[in-house]
């Protein structure tokens, strides 16, 4: 099993900034990606960032030049930096790791975080 503990999420004014951080315990090696989604109330969740132990990032087209997601493969971390925040963004954000085990994959989630971007 993989526990992941997320945090960094609160409340910011919109333009503002935000750090969100995922640590990754347990049965962690061997983790092939991480990665963020986000539910805000009465819509799905939705991918917002990914990212591969090789250091591929993939991004939502909503996010893309304003949220840029790293991973320290040591110690089994990924960050979410999130700029210039929209009231849009307002979600619980997930934490979400990815192993594969003879080709069957696995996914593991954080409890969530939230954030809140007022006007």
């Known amino acids: 099993q993989v526990q992941l503990v997320e945090s960094g999420g609160g409340l910011v004014q919109a333009g503002g900034s935000l750090r969100l951080s995922c640590a990754a315990s347990g049965s962690s090696s061997s983790i092939s990606a991480m990665g963020w989604y986000r539910q805000a109330p009465g819509k799905q969740r939705e991918v917002v960032a990914g990212i591969t132990s090789g250091g591929y990032t993939n991004y939502a087209d909503s996010v893309k030049g304003r949220f840029t997601i790293s991973r320290d493969n040591a110690e089994n971390t990924v960050y979410l930096q999130m700029n210039s925040l929209k009231p849009e963004d307002t979600a619980v954000y997930y934490c979400?790791?990815?192993?594969?085990?003879?080709?069957?994959?696995?996914?593991?989630w954080g409890q969530g975080t939230q954030v809140t971007v007022s006007s």
């Open positions: 979400n790791a990815v192993k594969m085990v003879i080709m069957r994959r696995y996914d593991y």
